[in-house]
């Protein structure tokens, strides 16, 4: 079974450019999750999709940040404009959502490594 | 908003020693999740155990849970160097809700 799968694994940009992230979940997974992890602290859910539907997005900075999943597949997360604070490991998961979501272990991807200048 | 605790918030060991990490939430919960993040990794499911559930072992691991006490604890027997890790619980809310809730970690340092 394939992992989930991110892109790109390393992104640097200037404060105040644009950035899109990609993750494709493991194949039939309703469930996919966005998180931030800054560095030496736990994962911050930004946002929760169950097929193309948004669970759970209380944490998301919507002025800047955006995600979308079309076709409850794929999934992208975009920054526009971007801050130095968003300096984090963005990292993708997914789960099978049986049994209800949050009902399944999560698995996740490598991440994507973003710096800002 | 709220986070699930774990402590120590550092530990080290020596290999061959067991290593014991807590973890304390705030709400009910359906289940409590632990998992695994190497340096520079994405994260790694370990043990799901619900609410209902007071135990699970996973080969030497061993999850405990206490719901009247609100905590967990993970349990990892006869250590390795390779089980240097930063280790995390995660509750999932109980209801229709199901809200995440991250613990901020307990570093793990198994030295050889």
């Known amino acids: 079974e394939a992992g989930v799968a991110q892109s790109p694994r390393y992104k640097i940009i200037e404060k105040r450019q644009s950035v899109a992230f990609w993750c494709n979940p493991i194949s039939g997974h309703a469930t996919l999750y966005w998180y931030q992890q800054i560095l030496g602290q736990g994962p911050k859910l930004l946002i929760q999709f169950q097929n193309n539907g948004v669970v759970d997005d209380s944490q998301l900075p919507k002025d800047r940040f955006s995600a979308e999943r079309l076709k409850g597949v794929d999934s992208t997360l975009k920054i526009q404009p971007a801050k130095l604070e968003d300096s984090a490991v963005y990292l993708c998961?997914?789960?099978?959502?049986?049994?209800?979501?949050?009902?399944?272990?999560?698995?996740f991807g490598d991440g994507t490594r973003l710096s800002i200048l | 908003s709220q986070q699930g605790e774990e402590d120590p918030q550092a530990l080290s060991i020596q290999e061959g020693e067991n290593a014991t990490m807590n973890c304390s939430y705030k709400t009910s919960i359906n289940n409590l999740q632990w998992y695994r993040q190497n340096s520079g990794r994405g994260l790694v499911h370990l043990i799901l155990i619900r609410s209902n559930e007071r135990e699970k072992h996973s080969g030497r691991l061993r999850v405990t849970l206490d719901t009247s006490k609100k905590s967990s604890s993970l349990l990892i027997t006869a250590s390795r160097a390779a089980d240097t890790a930063s280790y995390f619980c995660?509750?999932?809310?109980?209801?229709?809700?199901?809200?995440?809730?991250w613990g901020l970690g307990t570093s793990l340092a198994v030295n050889p």
């Open positions: 995660v509750t999932v809310g109980a209801g229709n809700n199901r809200k995440l809730i």
């Open positions: 998961a997914s789960s099978s959502g049986a049994g209800g979501f949050g009902n399944q272990p999560q698995h």
